[in-house]
């Protein structure tokens, strides 16, 4: 049972994640997967979702997939209990996973039933297709990107930062734009998506 634990800032919700996973997290391992935020010149948000999981009692395993190959990347998952994407530019992040073949490993293991944790782009990635973020952030930066189509894990399309500064704007004019065309789920940074097999929830405040 695939079991998603979709953010759109980590550190503001670590109490419903740990009420999520159903069991003792302290002494657990976590990929923490950081290489959206490489294009990024603002990236405090990694350093601040790494430092919730050391205060959940969390062993991270910070890594970059850019760096490495596919045995590697699947090595590393496999070692560890828990998957995290972080924030970043989604388009680079897309981009990377495909060229990596990163994106097939993490969605092997989400189907074996890994926990998956996304933050902003990370949560982003398991829709259809990112072609609904296109003005939150900037595809420039993902220059070898052919296609907008995603990991596809689940139907519908997480809509990170609703109603935060200083995305909520472009939020809210994502919404106007596609809310007829697709199915979207806004989460504000206090609030998160918990999916468990084929159902899923908004919960937090």
């Given at each position: ?105 993490i969605a092997e293991q989400i189907k074996k039933g890994k926990i998956y944790i996304g933050a902003s782009a990370g949560s982003i990635i398991m829709a259809p297709s990112i072609e609904y973020v296109d003005t939150m952030d900037d595809r420039t930066k993902a220059e070898k990107l052919n296609k907008d189509q995603a990991l596809g894990i ?52």
């Open positions: 049972m695939k079991r998603l634990f979709l953010a759109s800032s980590f550190a503001d919700v670590t109490e419903i994640f740990e009420k999520f996973t159903n069991e003792k997290i302290k002494g657990k391992t976590v990929t923490f997967i950081s290489t959206a935020s490489i294009p990024e010149e603002v990236t405090f948000y990694v350093d601040d979702d790494k430092k919730a999981f050391e205060e959940l009692g969390i062993i991270v395993h910070e890594f970059n997939v850019t760096e490495h190959s596919g045995r590697e990347i699947a090595n590393t998952l496999d070692n560890n209990d828990y998957i995290f994407v972080s924030g970043g530019n989604t388009f680079y992040l897309l981009q990377e996973l495909k060229n990596t073949g990163a994106d097939k490993i689940v139907d519908f399309h997480p809509l990170p930062h609703y109603t935060n500064p200083p995305f909520e704007t472009i939020v809210e004019d994502i919404i106007r734009e596609f809310e007829d065309r697709i199915d979207l789920i806004p989460i504000s940074n206090t609030q998160a998506i918990e999916v468990k097999g084929d159902n899923f929830k908004v919960v937090g405040k």
